[in-house]
């Protein structure tokens, strides 16, 4: 692999330096199968301008758009450049930047190379293959941003055509597979069986967006990079974990893909798992890839198969914040599917046994937020007796994701006075007061990891059917349908989902915040003190 100094001793004059202890990727041709579509303008181009300002492209790399309908490269790339500036010009984007470099979208415009095709049709991939021939590069890239119904045909493409095949002379070949990953284990083992039958697991890619955003990654920074944490990271300790993943927008014109798949196989087999298995992983010898992804691969095997009596569904009704999810768009108007999942999960192993995960996800809730809490068990009461304390409140280390990117802890102190008085306050940090905000969309790291061979964060096949294993019973439930609870949509989820919890003797973190926490970007108890860290 060349050094820092290696690889950017060829750039182009002009071609920005890469950060220290990085080094541009390798040169490859980039297809995108599907690139008219949303994913394409809204992620991958803002991605690849990310890091071309940040010089981690190889000035000979180049990307083929590949979609149905003739076009013009030229207009191809004129739509995709009004794309990036609207983007970047909208306060509540991602991407939202002051100033859009010219020159670094223009570096990602001059490589980029429409091509028209029917991705069912062989004609397509000849084609494509006589492209890949005339590249100044062997190593390519298949990013199939397509809806899943074509991931199997044009896998069957590129395998039948032998564009998959890896050689000295072709360089790497890797396909790029979005999720969903199936919806269910007996499709999941369907499809993975089908890429597998193509390529090798080191050539696909499983692309889990959730993973790519830094707050995400920082998780392990948080748990191994601090001697603090780690003593208490077990069931001695730990009194429940809460993950969270809340939104305020509805289904936003997408009724007929969220039909047929539901807030419970969109999140909860993918995103929340992922997040709970770096959260409850043991610590790898190292950040192989293939340690790492062990480790994660425990966590996901030692899951208890979820029953019905786990797991709440609902869907939101007419409420303060609009419609009811059976007056959306392309929506059946009695529909039974789930806009809300929660979950109480158990991992059998010793670090976590007897440790319950409770997971959430829905739309239309009363705030946006993505979390992860872990609340420390309750420290005897005694002591506190004969003093003015109703209850002690509870440690709890909250990993704030998105919108808002940080790290609080709830903790105890004695209030002033001349009596033992015990006060809640909340000690944050805030990345912004630390580190330059930038815009970014999440797919940067993926990219140049995928880029680079880096398989760190991408999921494996075992890993992928073992979470839908762990879910069949509630997705086929051997008994009546799962019951759906409607709960009024700008709420905070449904009546059961709080059952759920009450039945443990728990409570969820609030989703609302009052106007100071708003303000710092934290949940937690109205009126406690509050410090923050300041850089």
Request: hydrophobic share 40%; with cysteine; glycine share 8%.
């Amino acid at each position: 692999m060349p050094t820092t100094s290696d690889a950017t001793s060829n750039a182009k004059p002009g071609t920005p330096p890469a950060p220290a202890g990085k080094h541009p990727a390798p040169p490859c041709t980039l297809v995108i199968f599907g690139a008219g579509g949303d994913l394409t303008k809204r992620l991958l181009m803002p991605a690849l301008y990310n890091l071309a300002v940040d010089g981690l492209l190889d000035p000979k790399m180049s990307i083929i758009g590949v979609n149905h309908g003739e076009r013009d490269t030229n207009e191809f790339r004129e739509d995709l450049g009004n794309a990036l500036k609207q983007f970047a010009a909208d306060k509540a984007s991602t991407f939202h930047t002051s100033k859009l470099d010219e020159d670094a979208w223009n570096s990602i415009a001059q490589r980029l190379e429409y091509m028209a095709g029917d991705f069912e049709d062989d004609g397509t991939y000849q084609k494509l293959a006589g492209k890949l021939k005339q590249a100044s590069s062997g190593n390519a890239i298949f990013y199939l941003a397509v809806g899943s119904r074509f991931f199997e045909v044009i896998a069957d493409h590129l395998g039948s055509t032998g564009l998959l095949n890896e050689d000295e002379s072709k360089g790497f070949r890797r396909v790029v597979v979005e999720k969903p990953f199936g919806t269910d284990l007996a499709s999941a083992r369907e499809l993975n069986a089908h890429l597998l039958g193509y390529a090798q697991e080191n050539q696909i890619y499983r692309i889990d967006h959730f993973l790519g955003k830094d707050t995400v990654q920082s998780i392990l920074a948080v748990r191994f990079a601090n001697a603090l944490f780690e003593p208490v990271w077990r069931r001695e300790y730990i009194d429940s974990v809460q993950i969270t993943a809340s939104e305020v927008i509805g289904v936003e014109g997408r009724g007929a893909f969220y039909e047929q798949t539901g807030a419970f196989r969109d999140m909860l087999p993918n995103h929340l798992f992922q997040l709970m298995s770096m959260i409850a992983m043991e610590p790898p010898n190292s950040f192989d890839a293939e340690a790492v992804r062990d480790k994660k691969a425990d966590i996901i095997d030692a899951i208890k198969p979820l029953t019905p009596d786990d797991v709440v569904f609902g869907q939101y009704g007419q409420g303060p914040a609009g419609q009811a999810y059976r007056a959306e768009p392309n929506v059946a108007p009695d529909s039974n599917t789930e806009t809300y999942a929660a979950a109480r999960v158990h991992l059998d192993n010793w670090r976590w046994a007897g440790v319950p995960f409770y997971l959430r996800t829905g739309k239309r809730l009363t705030s946006r937020r993505t979390e992860i809490s872990v609340q420390l068990k309750q420290v005897p009461f005694r002591l506190f007796r004969d003093t003015p304390v109703d209850a002690l409140t509870p440690n709890v280390l909250t990993l704030r994701i998105d919108p808002s990117h940080g790290t609080s802890f709830d903790f105890n102190v004695k209030a002033p006075g001349p009596v033992m008085q015990i006060g809640a306050v909340k000690s944050s940090f805030d990345y912004a007061n630390f580190f330059a905000e930038r815009p970014n969309v999440g797919y940067e790291t993926l990219l140049y990891d995928c880029m680079l061979g880096d398989e760190t964060l991408f999921q494996r096949a075992d890993s992928i059917e073992t979470s839908w294993a762990a879910v069949d019973d509630v997705l086929h439930p051997k008994g009546s349908a799962m019951p759906v609870h409607t709960y009024a949509a700008g709420s905070a989820g449904p009546q059961a989902a709080d059952d759920l919890l009450a039945r443990d003797g728990r409570r969820w973190r609030p989703l609302t915040e009052t106007p100071a926490q708003a303000d710092d970007g934290n949940a937690g108890n109205a009126g406690n003190a509050e410090t923050k860290s300041k850089s």
